[in-house]
């Protein structure tokens, strides 16, 4: 097995590596004894990538090899024109413009070219394309992710001048009219980039050769059929065309090559082909002492090497592909085996995009994205949702971290037309999606690390949401068959938001579990719904309803902003919507979240949404714009959340101790809980030198509570012992307040600065009561709320959150006199409707308060103030106690008498 450094390697070098080694395979093809005559009928690939003329906008008449484009700026390939998402407010180079675009290269293929089929090769472009060479229409395709050829023979002129003219476009397909209407997906939570952002080039083969018309499929294709006493049976399907003129007595050759590149098993089969003809001979070849693929333990692969010759022994064409032998299966109760062994799967989704760059990413950004992935201990990848680069399913197969691949099949099953929102799933909709799953299996079929074909995404989300009508089972049928007869070796699967409850059916949405082989549930308990503790219990009722169907968690995560904090978490209101994702709730979401996922064995797989945050242009929360944040890492790659390091001390075997909280510098208050994460059994913390002592870390959470900062900057030190190798982490806070200084934002997440400079943190030192927060944020794509300020008091925003119920705050103030300043609002009941008294350390200070009566009505401001001794070390204890109703108070000051 090769080295983790020689892989990484590798990966760093991957379009010369796999040139290299696509020429390495020949010579131990020869010294097997499968040696043709090498000549001027291999297969050559021609890159198309520089020198491209581009124009965003529809032209008249540019598909004309005559038509001027000298004013049109160059570009390379991979492009997009679309550029959006990652940043706080939309800069000058926003551009979030679907339509068409307009690209023209001028080239000149090699003369030697004459005689021979050339195809003209697309790796992606978004969403239609339509392409002419010399001004002849070579054809159009329809769909953003799968590889797609033309055949370019008739237009092209060997070793002259020639024109390529491409037209993209990726308009909505909610616009009447649109040329998008019928292609999937018809929305989704991601932008849609449009542009050639994947690499097209230029392919020569004979006319006699392996099919390049394949659904854009590598033309062989190989499984494992068996594995017995050691050794594996390989069945090898080539699809060999003749479009020669003539007949022709041929002999196919394939080889398996191990990873050294030694022959370990040939077959020939001899092929008679007339012209026109195609034939798909099958080959099944004996690999003894077989080396499987077993995960990141042993991702071992081998190659399948098939040749097509002649009688004589010339060599025709020749492709070679991946091969990993490895079994695996899925059970209800138990989750997934991959050869026979128990591998419980935990990773992440992700998506393709970059700032800057969109989908146009380079094979060092799948690189780098993928190290990161390896790092982090994931070993199974959600590639969503949609077909990915070839790029990354290759790095994949080489790390052993195995694979969800899916068709952009999202939100609904039907055009968004107003038959669609019926139900009713067009010809050509249908057709698309097809087409789509043809393209997804065929070409990634060699690949081992993917292990199931998924069919859809929250197909009914749209009809959950209120939009339409939900009728899906049908296409997901039609497809769910499409997927078997395609590969009859991988189980299929889904992606469910929103299964109705058999007691709680919602009309126009139906159930589509038990279509697929397995089930995967996208889950957002205590983000979007529910409280996180609820996610174990939901899913154990699914399992429960669904006895026979392996289950999975296919999304499940919540919003970080990298800017945003909170001091207490779960104490103050965050809307998923809305303009405030502290990232201290985002790592405690999952805390709660993976002791429940991890706890149940049935599951086969867990995959975070998401591992980078990502462009979506109905976003506008959190800290960014057209962007979700629902990452583990920035969307520029740059900086790991602190959630990160939580899944990396569960899940990795590298030494992990982490302090959490080091982009909230400037803290609010004196008093804080510390924490890391850990794969350590205790760490023990300093501050600026003095011993804070040693906790153990639980469930990989070392938590040292209440901890005293001092004035000015505070140097926390961790320190841990981890497998006999000792491990440091350190951060700094600063604390620019009092110790004798408290200010509390009730009910709030974020703290406050007031127009005179007070500041106050968010809720905390807090028990009891229910947060709220008058001001939701903004809905999807829509400008924020506009809510009645609070009048009488020139901070109206300290008054938009509140806390209410029976409550109890124990503020960690050192002994002495205190003001303690109740600031309230009526939120909206009338006089009488709300009275309660407030105690200070057991001593009523504000008795029987009606605050809409005091301050006459609701949503104006009423402060108290009053004076209080605190007496040893336990702070000031105030206990908000209802009398009629619930007792309510936006904000608390406490600060010593002086």
């Known amino acids: 097995?090769?080295?983790?450094?020689?892989?990484?390697?590798?990966?760093?070098?991957?379009?010369?590596?796999?040139?290299?080694?696509?020429?390495?395979?020949?010579?131990?093809?020869?010294?097997?004894?499968?040696?043709?005559?090498?000549?001027?009928?291999?297969?050559?690939?021609?890159?198309?990538?520089?020198?491209?003329?581009?124009?965003?906008?529809?032209?008249?008449?540019?598909?004309?090899?005559?038509?001027?484009?000298?004013?049109?700026?160059?570009?390379?390939?991979?492009?997009?024109?679309?550029?959006?998402?990652?940043?706080?407010?939309?800069?000058?180079?926003?551009?979030?413009?679907?339509?068409?675009?307009?690209?023209?290269?001028?080239?000149?293929?090699?003369?030697?070219?004459?005689?021979?089929?050339?195809?003209?090769?697309?790796?992606?472009?978004?969403?239609?394309?339509?392409?002419?060479?010399?001004?002849?229409?070579?054809?159009?395709?329809?769909?953003?992710?799968?590889?797609?050829?033309?055949?370019?023979?008739?237009?092209?002129?060997?070793?002259?001048?020639?024109?390529?003219?491409?037209?993209?476009?990726?308009?909505?397909?909610?616009?009447?009219?649109?040329?998008?209407?019928?292609?999937?997906?018809?929305?989704?939570?991601?932008?849609?980039?449009?542009?050639?952002?994947?690499?097209?080039?230029?392919?020569?083969?004979?006319?006699?050769?392996?099919?390049?018309?394949?659904?854009?499929?590598?033309?062989?294709?190989?499984?494992?059929?068996?594995?017995?006493?050691?050794?594996?049976?390989?069945?090898?399907?080539?699809?060999?065309?003749?479009?020669?003129?003539?007949?022709?007595?041929?002999?196919?050759?394939?080889?398996?090559?191990?990873?050294?590149?030694?022959?370990?098993?040939?077959?020939?089969?001899?092929?008679?082909?007339?012209?026109?003809?195609?034939?798909?001979?099958?080959?099944?070849?004996?690999?003894?002492?077989?080396?499987?693929?077993?995960?990141?333990?042993?991702?071992?692969?081998y190659r399948v090497v098939t040749r097509v010759e002649t009688g004589a022994g010339q060599l025709l064409d020749q492709v070679s592909q991946p091969l990993g032998i490895r079994s695996f299966r899925f059970d209800p109760d138990q989750g997934f085996f991959l050869n026979g062994k128990h591998l419980p799967l935990h990773g992440v989704s992700r998506h393709q995009d970059r700032p800057g760059e969109g989908w146009a990413i380079t094979a060092a950004d799948q690189a780098q994205d993928m190290d990161i992935m390896l790092d982090l201990g994931v070993n199974t990848l959600r590639l969503a949702h949609y077909q990915h680069d070839q790029a990354i399913y290759d790095l994949a197969d080489r790390d052993g971290v195995v694979v969800w691949a899916e068709i952009p099949l999202v939100n609904r099953t039907a055009p968004e037309t107003p038959e669609g929102d019926k139900g009713v799933t067009s010809k050509d909709f249908a057709a698309n999606a097809d087409s789509q799953l043809h393209e997804l299996i065929k070409q990634n079929y060699n690949h081992p690390s993917i292990v199931t074909w998924s069919i859809g995404n929250e197909v009914n989300l749209m009809a959950a949401s209120g939009h339409g009508v939900s009728n899906a089972r049908p296409l997901l049928t039609q497809l769910n068959q499409a997927a078997y007869e395609l590969d009859h070796t991988r189980p299929t699967t889904m992606a469910d938001c929103c299964e109705p409850w058999p007691d709680q059916p919602k009309p126009g949405v139906d159930v589509v579990a038990e279509i697929t082989d397995l089930l995967g549930y996208n889950r957002y308990q205590g983000w979007y719904y529910d409280k996180p503790e609820d996610l174990g219990p939901v899913l154990d009722r699914l399992h429960k309803l669904h006895p026979h169907l392996p289950l999975s968690v296919s999304e499940y995560g919540?919003?970080?902003?990298?800017?945003?904090?909170?001091?207490?978490?779960?104490?103050?209101?965050?809307?998923?919507?809305?303009?405030?994702?502290?990232?201290?709730?985002?790592?405690?979401?999952?805390?709660?979240?993976?002791?429940?996922?991890?706890?149940?064995?049935?599951?086969?797989?867990?995959?975070?949404?998401?591992?980078?945050?990502?462009?979506?242009?109905?976003?506008?929360?959190?800290?960014?714009?057209?962007?979700?944040?629902?990452?583990?890492?920035?969307?520029?790659?740059?900086?790991?959340?602190?959630?990160?390091?939580?899944?990396?001390?569960?899940?990795?075997?590298?030494?992990?101790?982490?302090?959490?909280?080091?982009?909230?510098?400037?803290?609010?208050?004196?008093?804080?809980?510390?924490?890391?994460?850990?794969?350590?059994?205790a760490a023990r913390l300093s501050l600026n030198g003095r011993d804070l002592g040693t906790v153990p870390c639980a469930d990989h959470i070392c938590r040292w509570p209440a901890v005293r900062l001092d004035g000015g900057d505070n140097v926390l030190t961790a320190t841990a012992d981890i497998k006999g190798q000792p491990v440091t982490d350190s951060i700094t806070w600063r604390f620019g307040g009092r110790a004798d200084e408290i200010r509390i934002r009730a009910g709030a997440s974020a703290g406050l600065r007031t127009t005179v400079g007070a500041r106050y943190g968010s809720d905390a030192f807090v028990t009891g009561g229910t947060p709220?927060?008058?001001?939701?944020?903004?809905?999807?794509?829509?400008?924020?709320?506009?809510?009645?300020?609070?009048?009488?008091?020139?901070?109206?925003a300290l008054y938009e959150t509140y806390r209410e119920g029976a409550f109890r705050y124990r503020v960690p103030v050192p002994a002495g006199r205190y003001q303690v300043t109740l600031r309230f609002t009526e939120p909206a009941l009338a006089a009488g409707a709300r009275v309660f008294d407030v105690a200070a350390n057991d001593q009523v200070v504000v008795k029987g308060l009606d605050v809409a009566a005091e301050a006459g009505g609701p949503l104006k401001a009423l402060d108290r103030r009053v004076m209080v001794e605190v007496k040893g070390g336990d702070g000031l204890v105030l206990d908000f106690r209802p009398i009629a109703g619930q007792a309510v108070v936006s904000a608390i000051d406490v600060v010593a008498a002086r």
Request: aromatic share 10%; net charge neutral.
């Open 1 to 301: 097995m090769p080295s983790r450094a020689v892989r990484r390697l590798s990966r760093k070098r991957l379009h010369t590596t796999l040139a290299v080694a696509a020429i390495a395979l020949m010579v131990p093809l020869m010294a097997a004894g499968m040696a043709g005559r090498a000549g001027a009928d291999e297969r050559r690939e021609l890159p198309l990538s520089a020198g491209w003329q581009f124009h965003q906008g529809d032209v008249a008449g540019a598909e004309a090899p005559s038509f001027n484009d000298k004013g049109w700026p160059t570009v390379s390939l991979p492009h997009t024109w679309n550029r959006l998402g990652g940043t706080a407010t939309r800069d000058p180079g926003y551009n979030a413009v679907r339509g068409a675009g307009w690209y023209r290269l001028r080239f000149t293929p090699p003369a030697d070219h004459a005689g021979r089929k050339v195809w003209l090769q697309f790796d992606g472009a978004s969403i239609n394309t339509e392409v002419w060479l010399n001004g002849r229409k070579l054809g159009a395709h329809k769909g953003a992710f799968g590889r797609f050829r033309f055949d370019a023979t008739p237009a092209l002129r060997m070793g002259k001048a020639n024109v390529l003219a491409v037209r993209t476009d990726n308009s909505s397909p909610a616009v009447p009219g649109s040329p998008t209407t019928d292609v999937i997906p018809m929305s989704g939570d991601f932008f849609l980039f449009g542009g050639l952002y994947r690499q097209v080039s230029l392919i020569a083969t004979d006319p006699v050769h392996i099919d390049m018309l394949d659904w854009g499929g590598p033309g062989v294709y190989a499984h494992t059929a068996g594995i017995d006493d050691g050794g594996a049976s390989i069945e090898v399907t080539a699809r060999v065309k003749n479009d020669g003129t003539t007949g022709q007595q041929l002999v196919v050759r394939t080889a398996i090559l191990d990873a050294a590149g030694a022959t370990v098993a040939t077959d020939s089969h001899p092929l008679t082909l007339a012209a026109g003809a195609l034939d798909e001979p099958v080959q099944t070849l004996s690999v003894p002492n077989a080396h499987l693929w077993d995960g990141r333990a042993d991702p071992y692969l």
């Open 558 to 681: 919540g919003g970080g902003g990298l800017t945003q904090h909170t001091d207490e978490v779960q104490t103050g209101v965050v809307y998923p919507k809305g303009h405030f994702h502290p990232e201290e709730l985002e790592s405690r979401l999952h805390e709660i979240w993976w002791a429940q996922l991890k706890a149940r064995p049935y599951l086969w797989g867990t995959y975070i949404w998401n591992m980078f945050d990502f462009a979506s242009d109905s976003r506008t929360e959190g800290d960014m714009i057209d962007t979700n944040d629902k990452g583990l890492v920035s969307y520029d790659r740059r900086v790991k959340k602190d959630v990160f390091f939580f899944y990396k001390a569960d899940w990795s075997d590298q030494p992990v101790l982490h302090l959490n909280g080091r982009r909230y510098v400037d803290r609010a208050y004196p008093v804080t809980d510390v924490q890391a994460y850990s794969n350590a059994s």
């Open 772 to 796: 709220h927060d008058r001001n939701p944020g903004p809905e999807q794509g829509k400008p924020d709320v506009v809510i009645p300020a609070v009048t009488g008091t020139p901070d109206p």
